[in-house]
Structures are given as C-alpha cells and as structure tokens.
Nanobody
Framework: QVQLVESGGGLVQPGGSLRLSCAAS??????????MGWFRQAPGKEREFVAT???????????LYADSVKGRFTISGDAAKNTVFLQMNSLKPEDTAVYYC????????????????WGQGTQVTVSS
C-alpha cells in the first residue's frame, strides 16, 4: 500500500506562483521504482494530466508535461525523501482545480487510468 499526501495549494492572483508537494510513503515504497504524476480536476470537468516524472536512485530526470502547462510548470523530485514537487508559475484562472498526486509502477505515462494510488488532492484557486 502507498500513501500520498499533497500540500501547498491555496489562493493566488493571476500571474502568481505556487509550489505543490507530494510526500509518498509505504512499507516498500521507493521513488526509484515508481513514476509520480500530477493531475487536476476543475468543477464539472474530467480529471486531466498535468505532469509526470520518473526518478532513479540518484536523480529525477525523465518528465512529461501537458501542453497547457509547458513552460509554466516544472515537476521535480527528491528521491531520498520520496517527495515530488510541482512548481507552478504564471498561473492563469483556468489553472483553478483540485490538484492530485498519483503514482504507478513503471515509467511515465499521461493516462489517468494508468495510476494506481492517489492522494486526497489540494485546491488551487487562481483569482484576482
């Protein structure tokens, strides 16, 4: 069993920044064996892919991004702490959503259905 806990959401003005964190734990969990992803769900919409990352024992250097966040969001990880981050810059009102962290064994993929474990989510609201 894997537990994921997100943090860092909040209210921010358009053009602002937020940094989300996701701490993973489990008896045998190791970030080097799992891909970690960020997804989001706005009211009335389906959950959608944001970014995902694959870590080795030493670094996290394989990442995918949704086109809508490329150049604005950066996913990173700390393999030693089993924690991934999502740095969100130049935020727009359409980025408003509940952001979820998820994990799967194997490599990076963008499909929601490929992820087995999910966090509870953290609200991000972009509004003036």
């Amino acid at each position: 069993q894997v537990q994921l806990v997100e943090s860092g959401g909040g209210l921010v003005q358009p053009g602002g920044s937020l940094r989300l964190s996701c701490a993973a734990s489990g008896r045998t969990f190791s970030l080097s064996s799992y891909a970690m992803g960020w997804f989001r769900q706005a009211p009335g919409k389906e959950r959608e892919f944001v970014a995902t990352i694959q870590c080795s024992r030493w670094n996290c250097n394989i990442a995918l991004y949704a086109d809508s966040v490329k150049g604005r969001f950066t996913i990173s990880g700390d393999a030693a702490k089993n924690t991934v981050f999502l740095q969100m810059n130049s935020l727009k009102p359409e980025d408003t959503a509940v952001y979820y962290c998820a994990t799967r064994t194997g490599g990076v993929v963008a499909s929601v259905n490929e992820y087995s474990y999910w966090g509870q989510g953290t609200q991000v609201t972009v509004s003036s």
